[in-house]
């Protein structure tokens, strides 16, 4: 059993899978509490599926660039999930990856302040690295990538999750963190 997470985005996602199909899905739109209800959000829809953390071998999970508290939140339940059982297997992959899915797209998360995380994917191979950006850039971003074919996707609009997650699972798109150590969030806004 796969159980992939998301908490990075003002949304909160769980979809869980096995022998590479979607066996539920959870998704609760416009969260800015994640921190408040992720817990009794997991327990319910495991419950839901007659299932423990215990029960479950392997996470996938986003690790930001997204709101600093949401990659937080996830980051570190899986993370101390790892610490008490080394076994569990863990899998990451970018906010930004995740959301454009194999398509020809220009990635784009509102990260406030007239700001954008940004990247472009082809293929799921990276045209432009992931970047903090400001509006007249994204309009650059655009004029230079939409005559080639490219699509705009903002902030997990008209995402298919489901489809996007078992895309990059079957690409080995997301990426296996073996050590505690080596799992962390991306970060890219500075404070100052």
Same mark, same amino acid.
């Given at each position: 059993m796969?159980l ?6 003002w949304?909160?996602i ?21 921190s408040?209800?992720?817990?009794? %959000? ?6 839901r599926?007659n ?5 479950l071998?392997?996470?996938?999970l986003?690790?930001? &660039?997204? %709101?600093?508290?949401?990659v937080?939140?996830?980051? %570190?339940? #899986?993370k ?9 297997n #863990?899998?990451v ?5 995740f959301q454009a899915?194999?398509?020809n797209k220009?990635?784009?998360i509102?990260?406030?302040s007239?700001?954008f995380?940004a %990247? #472009? ?9 992931i970047?903090?950006?400001n ?8 004029e230079q990538?939409?005559?080639k ?8 609009q008209?995402v298919d999750?489901?489809?996007n ?10 990426v296996?963190?073996?050590?505690v150590?080596?799992l962390? &969030?991306?970060y ?5």
């Open positions: 796969k992939f997470i998301d908490t990075t985005n949304k909160l769980f979809i869980l899978i096995k022998d590479e199909q979607i066996i539920d899905q959870f998704l609760l739109d416009n969260t800015k509490k994640i408040d209800i992720f817990f009794d %959000s997991l327990n319910l829809f495991l419950k599926n299932l423990t953390l215990k029960m071998n392997d996470f996938y986003t690790i930001g &660039p997204g %709101s600093y508290t949401g937080r939140i996830g980051l %570190s339940m #899986v101390t999930l790892k610490v008490l059982n080394p076994q569990i #863990v899998f992959v970018d906010s930004l990856k899915g194999n398509e220009i990635s784009l509102n990260a406030r007239n700001k995380y %990247s #472009v994917l082809s293929d799921y191979k990276i045209k432009e690295a970047q903090l950006i509006q007249d850039q994204v309009d650059t971003l655009f990538y939409v005559q074919g490219y699509i705009q996707v903002i902030d997990y008209n999750f489901g489809l997650v078992l895309d990059l699972i079957k690409h080995n798109q997301f296996l963190i073996e050590k150590e080596d962390k &969030p991306i890219i806004k500075n404070f100052i």
